[in-house]
């Protein structure tokens, strides 16, 4: 499938990517990955089970364009990798003065994934209030397509020099979604501004932890992260809360859960790794939505 089919429209359903939030666990071995498979190959049998999966290692530090390559030979042609912004971005710099760090980052690599690259993931710190002066131009400055990122990558400092990803390829666009974990970003203007850059709200399910946001701001996308409903992290989720989350899934592609009646694609990504839950409920949840009907 490639990137254009991916888009959605008012005469087609959208699609789900179903996956998890990195899938470098020492818990999962002997488990959800096969006794005796090598570590090299435990992306490649994720690619075999599942549509996506959300990486990490951007979150925390800046990675290679040789990682991303691998990352993208290790997987089918149609999977998807959902990319996590740097937290030196968003807690750090707490959105601020970030247009070096940004350049830096789309230098670092993820263009590489080419047509596997999906949603880039801002996810904001708890302490980080919702200040629309301050958001606002930071969604301004977030590139909406792979062209605009190459652009903005070539700004790189010094410290890039000789590890970076500057190739000239196609121009697809780029989605982004925003994670907050303040209260206050529970606020009307909240929505009226993602909707203005098109960019989506995740949908947070967080045992209560940070509050959850479920309203539809992208105009194609939905972007959904489970960390556990019941202890953060570490419950799996029940038959039941497969089933109700695969329900709200199929009306967002179909599009009688938007507000616009519009289909959207929608990224799911299980975070709840403590006890190994995620790849198991990824994997159900997926094996649900294949059954679901979509006109």
Not at 12 to 17: D, V, Y
Not at 160 to 166: A, F, N, S
Not at 259 to 275: A, E, M, Q, T
Request: net charge negative; charged share 25%; with cysteine.
């Amino acid at each position: 499938m490639t990137m254009d089919e991916r888009m959605t429209d008012a005469g087609r359903p959208g699609r789900a990517w179903i996956g998890v939030s990195g899938w470098r666990y020492a818990s999962w071995r002997g488990d959800f990955y096969p006794r005796g498979l090598v570590q090299r190959r435990e992306l490649e049998y994720v690619g075999q089970k599942m549509s996506s999966a959300e990486l990490n290692g951007s979150f925390y530090s800046l990675q290679r364009p040789a990682s991303y390559l691998r990352w993208a030979e290790s997987v089918p042609d149609d999977f998807v990798f959902a990319v996590k912004g740097p937290r030196y971005i968003t807690h750090m710099l707490r959105l601020r003065s970030a247009g070096t760090a940004l350049a830096n980052f789309f230098a670092s690599g993820p263009l590489a994934l080419r047509r596997k690259l999906g949603p880039v993931l801002w996810q904001l710190p708890a302490r980080l209030p919702f200040e629309p002066e301050v958001l606002g131009p930071f969604l301004a400055s977030l590139p909406r397509t792979t062209g605009e990122a190459l652009d903005i990558a070539r700004g790189h400092d010094k410290r890039l020099e000789g590890r970076t990803w500057l190739v000239e390829d196609e121009d697809l666009p780029i989605r982004h979604s925003i994670e907050p974990r303040s209260d206050s970003f529970a606020d009307p203007a909240l929505a009226e501004l993602l909707r203005e850059h098109d960019v989506s709200l995740t949908v947070a399910d967080t045992a209560g932890t940070f509050p959850r946001f479920d309203e539809v701001t992208a105009s194609d996308h939905v972007y959904v992260r489970l960390h556990g409903s019941r202890e953060l992290y570490l419950s799996g989720y029940t038959d039941e809360e497969l089933d109700d989350w695969a329900a709200r899934i199929t009306a967002w592609r179909d599009g009688s859960g938007c507000p616009d009646g519009r289909p959207r694609d929608v990224y799911v990504y299980f975070d709840n790794d403590g006890r190994g839950r995620a790849p198991h409920d990824a994997v159900a949840l997926e094996a649900r939505l294949a059954g679901a009907a979509i006109p």
